[in-house]
Structure formats: structure tokens, C-alpha cells
């Protein structure tokens, strides 16, 4: 069975990066598309960034375009969320999500096979 295992989450003042990683163990050599997603307290979970395809392709959400950047590394099967210029506003937890198929729509959670555990980030002001 698939699973995703995140790292890299804290408390961070704005302004801060931090980066956060996701290793895949088991059956995962046809992982087509990588996610992440973030809930924040009382509300929904949330696209963040996908990465997809043999080429790489990425997906952004409006509110982290040119603070955030996804990346993967297939040699050792994980996905990077590098976060830069933090604001309160990115508090949530984060998770990690990979797909087996060709996605169409990367910003949909339903779009994704198997979840990790979630990393909680915290940027204060």
C-alpha cells in the first residue's frame, strides 16, 4: 500500500520560508501527479501547488504564485513545498497527495489516490 510520509512543518515568523517534504514508501512507481493541500482551523482543505506528468507541469494556487515553489525528486520519491515569504494567512496543515492516473483537474482533492498524515505550518505575525 502507498503511503506519504510529510516533514518540514514549524513555527515561523512572516516573512520566513520553511520547506516541507513528502517521501512516498510502497507500491508508488506510477505516481503520475503530486499535491499539496492545506486546512486551516474551521475551514476547508484547500489546493496549494500540484506538480504532474513526465515533464514536470506545475499548478499554483492565485494566493501562493511566486512565494511557493513545487518540486519532486523521482530518485528518492518525494515532492518539496518550498515556502517563501510567509504570511499568518498560510497557518493550516499541510498535506501531501498523490495520484496514480492522469489528473485533468490537479487542484481537486478527489483527483488524488493517497494522502499523507499532514504537517502542520504556523506563521506568526
Known amino acids: 500500500q502507498a503511503q506519504l510520509v510529510e516533514s518540514g512543518g514549524g513555527l515561523v515568523q512572516a516573512g520566513g520560508s520553511l520547506r516541507l517534504s513528502c517521501t512516498a514508501t510502497?507500491?508508488?512507481?506510477?505516481?503520475?501527479?503530486w499535491g499539496w493541500f492545506r486546512q486551516a482551523p474551521g475551514k476547508d482543505r484547500t489546493f496549494v501547488a500540484a506538480i504532474a506528468g513526465s515533464g514536470g507541469s506545475t499548478y499554483y494556487e492565485d494566493s501562493v504564485k511566486g512565494r511557493f515553489t513545487i518540486s519532486r525528486d523521482n530518485a528518492k520519491k518525494t515532492v518539496y513545498l518550498q515556502m517563501s515569504s510567509l504570511k499568518p494567512e498560510d497557518t493550516a496543515v499541510y498535506y501531501c497527495a498523490g495520484a496514480f492516473r492522469i489528473v485533468t483537474s490537479p487542484n481537486y482533492a478527489h483527483e488524488y489516490d493517497y494522502w499523507g498524515q499532514g504537517t502542520q505550518v504556523t506563521v506568526s505575525s
Open positions: 510502497g507500491p508508488t512507481h506510477s505516481t503520475y501527479a
